[in-house]
């Protein structure tokens, strides 16, 4: 069954709002080289692509259901921050809205009684699990870590080898 365009549609602005975080995390990166955090730097450019991959499975999704793609302008993300904590709490909260849009794509999928889309949605459901786990579990080593130099020199160290 094809998708519907109400379906589509709402699938078409999350593939802008993943491309949006995209961003985001690539600005985020840019920042941490500004700053010579480069394991941070890297943790972002890394965290970046995983975004694009994910506006990418939900671009194919709607082609493979003969849905029309129709990408929006992205807004101009947040540039400057104070402190790498700064950073990835932003980082943090950012995700706790992605997960609040794809709870609302579930319940729109569930309302279309679309259960292709419902099913297909599950995989960013337990993505959002991670993708906070992720990013909080950093918040709080940064928490403990304050202004510890040596501490946040070994954390920068240990993002940098992210794969
Ligand atoms: Fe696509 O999960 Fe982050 O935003």
Known sequence: MK??????S???KQISAELSSAYLYLSMSA??????????????????NEEIA???KFFHFVVSRGG???????????????????????????????????NILVSKARKNEDTA???FLTWYVDEQVEEE???????TTLEKVGDSKNGLVMLDRGLGKRE
């Open 3 to 8: 998708i519907s365009k109400t379906m589509a």
């Open 10 to 12: 709402t699938i078409n």
């Open 31 to 48: 920042w941490f080289e500004r700053e010579n955090w480069r394991g941070c730097a890297h943790w972002m450019v890394k965290q970046a």
């Open 54 to 56: 994910h506006a990418m």
């Open 68 to 102: 029309i793609v129709e990408l929006e302008a992205l807004p101009k993300p947040k540039s400057a921050w104070v402190t790498p904590k700064d950073v990835f709490t932003d980082a943090y909260e950012h995700e706790l809205e992605v997960t609040k849009l794809i």
């Open 117 to 119: 889309t419902e099913l």
């Open 133 to 139: 786990d992720n990013t909080l579990e950093i918040v």
